[in-house]
C-alpha cells in the first residue's frame, strides 16, 4: 500500500513537471529582429523630435514583437549600454532606435539586445567609422496651395549625397516618447532640388488644411549602395522646416524657417538675395514681430506685409541704436521703402488678437523682403505674443561661474540682479529698469531702455532684451531669460547676457539658466 502510494505520488509530479514544461514552451515568443542600421546624424534646431547637433543614431528597423507585445531592448559598446526607444512611427511601426551625442570613440558596432519574458535575441550593427559630419539643406521654399505643396532648395555645393530622403512630421500627432509622428517618407536622386508632396502619403494619410507639419530633408551618404531605408546609411543631415499647407493665392516660393524652440521660439532663415528682388519668409504668427539680419547680411531695403489680416494695417517702429520708436502705420500689401542705406532691424507691431491667427501657424503671415545688395539673409523673426500684457519683476542673486565674464575667465562668486518691466497702455515696448553688478567695479550694468519682452503661454518662462551702459559707457545690448519656477515649487532660475552692440563682442554670458540662489522672480501674465 505504501508502495503504491509512492508511486502515485512521483507519477504526479513527473506529470506536473510536464504540463508546467508545455505551458512554459507555450508562452514563450520567439523574437524577429531585422535591419539594424547605425550612422552619423547631424540635425538641425526642431520641434519635431528630440535634441539636436551632431549625433550618432542606431538600432533596428524591425522587431516583433514589438515595444506594445512586451519587448524592450538595449545597446551595448564596450562598456557603455543605453536603451533602445521604441517608436511606433505610421511609416515604420516596429521601429526601435537610440541617439548619443557624437563620441569618435563610440562608432564602431553596437551590439543590440532585445528581452521578451524568456526569449532573447541580439544582433549587431554596423560601425560608422570616420563618417564626415555632413551640412543642412539651406534657403528651402515652399509654392502651391493644398495637399499637393512643392519644397525647392539649392544643389549642395561641397558636395554631391548618395541620396535625398523627404520626411513630412506630424507636429499635431505625438508618439509616446514625445516625438512627432512620420507620415510620409520618399527617396530622391542626390541631384535633386524639388519636391511635390502627392495627395496620398505614404502613410496613407493625405495633408490637411490649417495642420501644422515639419518637413525634413535628409543630405544622405551611403555605404555604397543606393538611398533606402535607414541600414543604407553611413551619413546623413536633417534639415527641418515647419509648415502648414498654403491657402490659394499664396506667393510662390516662400522661405521656411528652422524653428529654434524654447519658451519664445525663434525663426531663422538663411536665403539668397539681390537688390530689389523681394523674397517671402513665413514664420510663426503672433501680434507682432521683430526682425533682424544676420552678420554680414546686406541690410533690408523694404518690407511689404500681408493683405487681409484682420484690418490690414500695422505699426512700424524703427531702432535708434538704443530702443525702438514709432515710424509709421503701414498698410497691408503695399511696400515700404526704408531709404537707401536700409536697416538691420525693425519691429511691426498692431496685428490684432482678434484676427485669430494660430501662432503655431508658419505660413499665415507671410513678409516680403527687398535688400540693399546682393548676398545672404541668415536673419531672424521673433515673434511677439499676447506677453505684451506681461509684467516681470525680480531680485537677488546667482553663483556666477568661471568663465561667464569674459574680461576675466577666472572671477567667480555671487552676481547681484534687478529688474522690473510692464508695458504702459498704448506703448509698444516695455518700460521699466535692469541692473546686473558683478565682481564689485568690474562690471556694473544698468539699462537704458526695452526693446522686447516676452512670455510663455504658461506665464513661467519669460526674456527681456534691451540696451545699457556698463561701468556708465553706452553702447551695450542684453537679454534676460527669466524663469518663475518657484509657481510649481522649484527655484527660480535666470541667465544674463551682455554683449556689444556694434561687435557683438560678448562682455558676460552665465551660459545657463542658473537657479538663484537668492531672491525671487514673478512673472505675471495678464
Not at 514681430?289 to 533690408?300: K, S
Not at 487681409?308 to 525702438?324: A, C, V
Not at 568663465?403 to 516695455?430: C, S, W
Not at 542684453?478 to 522649484?490: C, Q, R, T
Amino acid at each position: 500500500m505504501k508502495k503504491a502510494l509512492i508511486f502515485l505520488f512521483a507519477a504526479v509530479l513527473v506529470s506536473g513537471a510536464a504540463v508546467f514544461s508545455i505551458a512554459n514552451l507555450a508562452g514563450a515568443v520567439d523574437i524577429d529582429v531585422q535591419k539594424p542600421f547605425h550612422f552619423r546624424d547631424n540635425r538641425s534646431a526642431n520641434t519635431a523630435i528630440w535634441g539636436f547637433g551632431d549625433n550618432l543614431t542606431y538600432g533596428v528597423h524591425y522587431v516583433v514583437p514589438n515595444g506594445d507585445g512586451g519587448t524592450t531592448g538595449s545597446a551595448t559598446q564596450g562598456t557603455i549600454t543605453t536603451p533602445l526607444v521604441f517608436e511606433p512611427f505610421s511609416t515604420t511601426p516596429n521601429q526601435f532606435d537610440y541617439s548619443i551625442q557624437y563620441n569618435s570613440s563610440l562608432t564602431g558596432e553596437w551590439t543590440l539586445t532585445f528581452e521578451n519574458g524568456p526569449d532573447t535575441a541580439t544582433i549587431q550593427t554596423p560601425p560608422v567609422g570616420t563618417a564626415p559630419q555632413l551640412p543642412f539643406a539651406a534657403s528651402v521654399a515652399i509654392s502651391g496651395s493644398g495637399s499637393n505643396p512643392t519644397f525647392t532648395w539649392p544643389f549642395p555645393e561641397s558636395y554631391e549625397p548618395d541620396g535625398i530622403r523627404i520626411q513630412i512630421w506630424d507636429l499635431e500627432n505625438r508618439l509616446p516618447s514625445g516625438i512627432a509622428d512620420v507620415i510620409h517618407v520618399s527617396t530622391l536622386s542626390g541631384t535633386a532640388t524639388s519636391y511635390t508632396v502627392p495627395t496620398v502619403l505614404s502613410s496613407g494619410k493625405t495633408l490637411e488644411q490649417g495642420h501644422l507639419y515639419s518637413l525634413e530633408i535628409t543630405f544622405a551618404l551611403t555605404h555604397g549602395e543606393a538611398l533606402g531605408d535607414n541600414t543604407t546609411l553611413l551619413s546623413r543631415s536633417r534639415s527641418f522646416f515647419n509648415f502648414v499647407p498654403m491657402p490659394v493665392g499664396s506667393p510662390p516660393n516662400v522661405f521656411l524657417p528652422i524653428v529654434i524652440p524654447g519658451p519664445v521660439p525663434v525663426y531663422s532663415f538663411k536665403a539668397p538675395v539681390d537688390p530689389g528682388q523681394m523674397i517671402f519668409i513665413d514664420p510663426v504668427v503672433a501680434i507682432g514681430y521683430e526682425y533682424a539680419i544676420g552678420a554680414g547680411d546686406p541690410n533690408f531695403a523694404s518690407v511689404k506685409l500681408p493683405n487681409g489680416i484682420g484690418n490690414s494695417l500695422y505699426d512700424l517702429y524703427l531702432f535708434n541704436g538704443y530702443k525702438y520708436f514709432f515710424k509709421a502705420r503701414l498698410n497691408g500689401g503695399v511696400p515700404y521703402n526704408f531709404g537707401r542705406r536700409g536697416v538691420d532691424r525693425f519691429l511691426i507691431l498692431g496685428i490684432e488678437k482678434e484676427a485669430g491667427l494660430d501662432p503655431n501657424n508658419p505660413t499665415a503671415f507671410i513678409t516680403g523682403l527687398t535688400f540693399t545688395r546682393s548676398g545672404e539673409f541668415s536673419g531672424t523673426m521673433t515673434p511677439i505674443t499676447e506677453s505684451a500684457q506681461a509684467k516681470i519683476i525680480g531680485g537677488g542673486w546667482i553663483p556666477s561661474p568661471a568663465g561667464a565674464y569674459k574680461e576675466n575667465p577666472a572671477l567667480e562668486g555671487q552676481a547681484f540682479f534687478g529688474f522690473i518691466a510692464n508695458f504702459t497702455k498704448g506703448m509698444p515696448v516695455p518700460e521699466g529698469v535692469t541692473e546686473f553688478f558683478f565682481g564689485g567695479d568690474h562690471l556694473r550694468f544698468q539699462s537704458d531702455g526695452y526693446q522686447l519682452l516676452t512670455v510663455d503661454q504658461a506665464g513661467k518662462n519669460a526674456q527681456l532684451k534691451g540696451t545699457g551702459t556698463i561701468n556708465c559707457t553706452f553702447g551695450y545690448s542684453f537679454i534676460i531669460w527669466a524663469g518663475d519656477i518657484s509657481k510649481g515649487w522649484g527655484v527660480d532660475t535666470l541667465r544674463m547676457k551682455i554683449w556689444e552692440t556694434a561687435t557683438g563682442k560678448v562682455v558676460y554670458d552665465n551660459g545657463v539658466n542658473q537657479e538663484i540662489t537668492g531672491g525671487w522672480i514673478a512673472i505675471q501674465k495678464k
